[in-house]
């Protein structure tokens, strides 16, 4: 019997509870011994759900508990959720967490401190819901040497990509719909911006490069100036509008990016549509490989959290290490010297056009160059 | 320093050789230790390889070596193949291997063998090539009850429906140009009439669902029944052909089967072109997941094996356990019961059609009532 304490009961933390417990048989079989929930954590309450008897509102209770020997945080934000964080690893205890921003921004201080006390600390969920990617990366991918990490890694903007593409809408109404829907959030700014591509690209460039790289490293362009018009374009040339984040490994630094671009419709990830998403990674020995699923939700993301529950219990003392080292100089580089085609709008939609292959450097000359200046641009895939 | 062995050095034992080698700093970081390639058994001369002075034609001297932690069976076939697996288990030995013809006939069998010697027996190179997925199937989604698993399996076949669907090409010419690329082998029985599918279907249905299921238990149909025109069909309503190995949950018994089925260019199934193999998951809590990549090959499926010897090295005492039980009465079902649209052949192409949702029983009744005969039917996924 393992005891586990959930803090934050919110969308992801209340899927977690209920999967521990309709699952129990199924899940105490794969971890090889009962797993019992402890303590959830909120400042709600929560007299009106299944778990009115484990309430807390005190982090010292679960701190102090010893039969606690995993904490599962789905608190979000780099705020409390660090602190409490900090705190079980200090306290002996293994982590799991679903806290993508936590983990973009912090992942190396705290995988730091798990190392040092010998304790897990996993957060499959950060990227990609429910999909398992990092776990992939970082076992099964062992013996490559990988070359490329490029995703679709938010549910929102590829939604609203996917109804400009579909039915023509434009971008503000699509926006309405993804929130109408409740795929996006009252303030859309992290989805729509590239924030939330940026910490999940982040993640994956760390574990797949072995160096943390953090956020504010990263170029980082949104969909917000896209138009219907470009959206139009791309679908008659054979090609679709998708929101990546990219890391491609250099010769001395990666380069990484977020950015909106157009893939062909030949291309696995062109077929990612609506709230799903797509994690495509090139190594060496493996060649092209692709993961697919839905990035968000209640119990896909639960999903994700429960199976890091699992793996922690089953490695107690073997810590399962997914995971780098803290970075040492040598930033992200972003991708000027990437020579691609381009997608150029202009003011006369009849004038828009695909370049040559042109670095970025070499694209703002060709445009310098031009009578009527193109007013955007889109990198092609 | 773990030693390791190696059974057989063709296509995929070369590339488990090579990577050894050539990435041998970057596999002992991920180990935790030096791993030293001590013997490759094979019947063949080896002194013009790199690994002369490894090679050796006679098993006993790697099962007497305690030296030789782990063996690598990369020979094929279930005759030797079965014998040197067994032997080496017995002298305490773990045991990796790409042989999916062997794990899906003898895999409950090798498991219950390893687990009672607390060995590790893996085989993520057994289906799906380089692509990780068994691992994912048994660990990642340990909180989800699976209900199905449908995949595109054989690169072989994929790459003649690519053609057949690309290039308008008939069935024996496809076959001729994947001869002429090596994608075919001289005798392609197996990957045309779909036993290569059905194998890997039974690996992945008896770890999705716990218990051996036996290629002979499996209703196997292959696509060399299939034509040119019936390609066409497909392609002008909005439909690829893929040849699928399918495994659903069932009420008491899970139905499982291979066979050609149109599936709807909006599918992400639908976008896995050429060699590459897709593999479709759905469970209760995380939706659908897809796992994507080159299903064969002598360098990704080395990096599935070595992926594996790594696995193994980290978990000497502590087992790693990817499998199943033996099966408890319960044979799998055909799908007789299960209802869907099916595209029907008439002699007259203009009179081929897709009909209504229909169970295999009702579609026959159907077709015996018409007055001209239907001449072929394919399920619509």
Known sequence: ????????????????????????????????????????????????????????????????????????ECIGGVGVARDFIRRSLLAGKHVVTSNKELVAAHGAELLALAEARNLNFLFEASVGGGIPVLRPIAQCLAANRLSEVTGILNGTTNYILTRMFRQGVSFDEALAEARARGYAEADPSDDILGRDSCRKICILASLAFGKHIYPEQVETEGITALSGGDVAFAQAHGYRVKLLGRALRGENAPAIWVAPHLVSEDHPLAGVYDVFNGIWISGDAIGDVMFYGR???????????????????????????????????????????????????????????????????????????????????????
Chains 1, 2 share one sequence.
Not at 15 to 25: C, E, K, S
Not at 295 to 301: E, R
Not at 326 to 346: H, M, N, Q, V
Not at 353 to 367: G, M, N, R, V
């Open 295 to 381: 990035g968000a939700g209640k119990l896909p993301t639960a999903s994700a959290m429960v199976a890091d529950i699992i793996d922690a219990v089953k490695h107690l003392s073997a810590r399962k290490w997914v995971g780098w080292q803290p970075s040492e100089g040598g930033a992200p580089l972003p991708p000027k010297d990437l020579a691609s085609a381009w997608y150029a709008r202009f003011p006369d939609p009849a004038d828009s056009l695909i370049t040559p292959i042109l670095t970025e450097t070499e694209y703002a000359a060709w445009a310098e160059g031009q009578d009527i200046k193109p007013t955007y641009r889109i990198r092609v895939l």
């Open 1 to 72: 019997m393992i005891g586990v304490a959930l803090l934050g009961y919110g969308v992801v933390g209340s899927g977690v509870a209920d999967l521990l417990r309709q699952n129990a048989a199924h899940i105490a079989r794969k971890a090889g011994q009962d797993i019992e929930l402890r303590y959830i954590l909120d400042i709600r309450d929560l007299s009106d759900t299944p778990y009115a008897g484990l309430a807390v509102k005190d982090f010292a209770l679960i701190e102090n508990d010893p039969a606690v020997r995993v904490v599962a």
